[in-house]
């Protein structure tokens, strides 16, 4: 979850200005109706509230035993997601701090490892440290510039080698987050991703994408999901 820093607007209101038209014999008249006054709530990307075609959808969802594999429409949705992030496969769980966990034990199979990632990244704050109490990985944070990227020559200057030192943890992996929640929601540039995935394999890393608003970030970059998350090994949605 997002939380907005201290100075951070959380409500903005918007006023929609109604018209109404009216005809009296020949005459066409337009008068205004009183003004419906609409609140956007940007406390947190978790403050969104579902659709009653929406309720609907997950009332009368077909549902089976999903531990057994038998769930078809948690198989349906596993498979369209697979197809949008362009992954071999996906897998549902309850929320993106277990997704994002997951996907770090993953790549970083032994205890000790180390991943890379933003000192204002969503997995290094607002995660219960569960990739270090949980997986036993060891945090290794690169400085978010304001839009979002942390430098490239810093992140590799972080990568530690396991021929290196014997007194370090051996880094596995770098994560990333698009959009950058607490960097405003910038959207991480294709280009810039592809940069990150290519010093990922040129010392023999994996990549991750905390992708929580990748939706947003698909939108606002004019580019399908598949395309962003391109060079990332895995990617949590």
């Known amino acids: 979850m997002w939380m907005p820093p201290p100075d951070f607007p959380v409500q903005l209101t918007h006023t929609i200005s109604v018209t109404e038209t009216v005809r009296d014999g020949n005459c066409l008249f337009i008068k205004m109706v009183t003004p419906v006054i609409r609140t956007v709530d940007l406390r947190s990307d978790t403050v969104t509230k579902p659709t009653e075609s929406m309720r609907s959808a997950m009332a009368k969802a077909e549902v089976d035993d999903d531990v057994l594999g038998n769930d ?11 197809e949008i992030a362009g992954k071999e496969a996906a897998m549902f769980v309850p929320s993106g701090s277990m997704g994002n966990l997951i996907s770090v034990l993953v790549h970083c199979d032994e205890r000790g490892s180390e991943v890379i990632l933003g000192d204002d990244s969503h997995i290094h704050i607002y995660e219960n ?4 109490s949980l997986g036993g990985v060891h945090p290794r944070t690169v400085k978010n510039e304001e ?12 990568v530690r080698s396991p021929k290196g030192d014997l007194h370090y943890p051996v ?3 770098i994560c990333l987050e698009n959009t950058q929640a607490n960097c405003g ?8 991703i592809d940069k990150v995935g290519e010093l990922a394999k040129k010392h023999g890393l994996k990549l991750h994408i905390d992708g929580a608003r990748i939706f947003n970030a698909s939108v606002a970059l004019g580019v399908p999901v598949k395309r962003i998350v391109q060079a990332a090994d895995s990617v949590s949605v």
């Open 171 to 173: 880094t596995k992996l």
């Open 147 to 158: 839009d979002g990227t942390m430098e490239i020559s810093s992140i590799e200057a972080a």
């Open 129 to 132: 440290g569960g990739v270090s």
């Open 185 to 192: 929601g910038r959207c991480l540039p294709i280009e810039y």
């Open 72 to 82: 078809p429409t948690a198989l349906v949705l596993e498979r369209v997601v697979a």
